[in-house]
């Protein structure tokens, strides 16, 4: 009897973690299992930000897929252009650089995640940034450092940039980026008026679905850190000198970075399944496809399912979904995947962060220390964490050597 067949398609929490679960559960030794990604290796995409400060390598967060996949799971590097229903199953079309590949499965699971929403307005594809990869972190390190470089070059001049979306993602980045900004400005010995960092959002608070405390110790850290909020107007454009806002006024910003929103990724379209109006695909509590045996969808392409676009929700129905492809093969009973709320953690600068979960709030150092904590206990493969750990253990005890060993002076001013 031939083996059955299971295709993933997309390398995120919800592909990598139903990958690894479907192993642990034995699937891999009586199915072939293949995990199709665009890209050669896995992002754990909370800890991005903090590529910026430098509190986090790139190895750290971005290990290879062929270091993280178990073992009998095969991987294929490649862009999913669609797919469609055959008699026996299911037909998966792949772009590689150099060669069309057409796979065959029993079952596919959809977890292509999501793309940025520009929602149609002018100028923001072209001058806006996304933030979404180490290569746009890495872009916005540099344009960081280049800004500074330039103001220093010529001091009547200003650095600005503005971040747009006060959500968890923009708040953290605005956050981030204050403190790289000051690193740099502070080494080419500028003035806190010659750069500035806008933050703006059409809602009239920052992070609208986190519990009061938070919002509070967010709003603070921000303000310490002398990021200008701009809340309760809308953007109306962006251009190449900044972005003009729904109430006519402009704010200047040579470094424009977009999060406030996103969409599912447009493939879906090409795939034989009914989309709500937003994209996603509908799929019951089981997250499987009505209609469709054997295709399940989790993650930000999942509608019909209400939970939020995190990646705590996409590990955890990838539980249930390798549950229901288990339970499948042997005849029993599906899950039902039910949403929950565990909580919130975010970063609000470098050694800074808040978290609430399950009715416990953590700010400031302590809320870092579980942050991390949290963050390394959830990364995919033990041994990669492990070696995560101990280098974030012995990053932190350099650190503290540092100080130990020369100490600043006590009457230095801090900013």
Known sequence: MAKRRIVILGGGFGGLYTARALHLRGVTRHADVTLVSRTSSFLFLPLLYEILTDEVSDWQIAPSFTEVLPDGCRFICGEVTGGELQADGYRVRVRQTDAELTLEADTVVIALGSVSDDFGLPGVRTYARPFRSLSDAYALKAAITDAVRRVRAAPRETASFAVIGAGPSGVELAAVTADKLREERLRAGLPPTQVRLHLIDRLPEILPQYASALRRFAHRELTRRGVELHLGVGVASCSATGVELENGVHIAAETIVWTAGSRPTPVLADFPFVRDRRGRIPVSRTLEVPGFRGAYVLGDAAASVAAPATAQVAVRQAAVVAHNIAAGLRGE???????????????????????????????GLAGYLTRRLIYLLAMPDPWHATKVGLSWLGQSLGEAWH?????????????
């Open 403 to 415: 100080v130990w060993s020369s100490p600043a002076p006590l009457t230095q001013a801090i900013e």
């Open 333 to 363: 009973p599906l899950r039902e995947y039910h949403y929950e709320p565990l909580g919130e953690m975010m970063t609000l600068g470098r050694g800074t962060a808040a978290a609430n979960l399950l009715g416990l709030s953590f700010n």
